[in-house]
């Protein structure tokens, strides 16, 4: 029997298992800093924040000065690592870098904006670092008002290793402090979603109404406030309403045409 030999061969447009695979993300390294490092140029810092996009609790920001002698494995992006991997990494972070912490309360979160609220957070982290850094690189696509050379990578903590580390440091310190709120706060859950508007969290808000940690002019904390405390909320005039105007209208006078007669 005569077998076709080209049965047996894969298609030239069948796609390669190999290749099919989604390749995992590459982790955050060193080379950017190492490259200042050989111009001579250090300190270099990472910075990075957490807690834009909750409905509660503060933007935390931290700026790190990793010791190029002494980095602990395992630095990554923090939303790629588990919660037990943040906690190690911070306390080893902390134990070999510099380090520096700045919180922006939701009171300035609400006079500012959550985007200025966070610049402003990830400045001072900067400026409260032990040893004043000679270039920053800070996550997203906004520089920071620094003495020194601030440069913006978007999805840094990614790809810059101090600022994966900055990112680490922010994220467990914002965890932590909003399992504190948790305890003044019964009832709402901010030790379980820190503050993000789940449904869990959008149920109690509804159920009791916002607390001062809450951000006033997100939109489900507005809501909130409307229905459990009206009397906060200021009226909005309508643009378009037609004020209602008294004209005086002079008393006619009669004149007699044989007056001057």
């Keep these: ?33 190492r490259a200042l490092i050989k ?4 300190p270099v810092a990472g910075c ?3 807690g834009r996009g909750p409905l509660a609790g503060p933007v935390v920001a931290a700026a790190v000065i990793l010791d190029p002698d002494r980095i602990p494995r395992g630095i990554d992006d923090s939303k790629r690592l588990t919660a037990e991997e943040r906690e190690r990494l911070f306390d080893r972070i902390c134990a070999t870098a510099q380090v520096s912490v700045a919180v922006a309360s939701p009171a300035r979160i609400d006079r500012d904006n959550i985007l200025r609220a966070s610049l402003w ?24 008002d620094t003495p020194c050379d601030c440069e913006a990578v978007i999805g840094g903590d990614g790809i810059v290793l101090s600022i994966a580390a ?19 706060c019964p009832g709402y859950g901010f030790e379980q979603h820190k503050g993000y508007g789940v449904p869990e969290h959008l149920d ?19 809501a909130a406030r409307a229905k459990h405390m009206p009397w906060t909320v200021e009226p909005v005039r309508d643009l378009f309403e037609v ?9 006619p006078v009669e004149i007699d045409a044989s007056a001057g007669l």
């Design 1 to 33: 029997m005569i077998r076709d030999k080209s049965a047996n061969k894969p298609a030239k447009d069948a796609p390669n298992k190999a290749a099919a695979k989604t390749a995992a993300p590459a982790k955050a390294s060193f080379r950017r800093e």
């Design 39 to 42: 111009r001579g140029i250090w």
């Design 48 to 50: 990075d924040e957490a």
């Design 121 to 144: 957070a990830l400045k001072r982290a900067v400026v409260a670092l032990p040893e004043a850094p000679k270039h920053v690189f800070v996550d997203g696509r906004d520089r920071l």
């Design 166 to 184: 900055a990112s680490i440091v922010a994220k467990v310190t914002r965890d932590r402090l909003m399992c504190a709120l948790a305890q003044d």
């Design 204 to 222: 109690a808000l509804d159920r009791l109404g916002p607390t001062v940690h809450h951000r006033s002019f997100f939109a489900p904390v507005a």
């Design 243 to 251: 004020a209602e105007v008294e004209a005086q209208v002079a008393t």
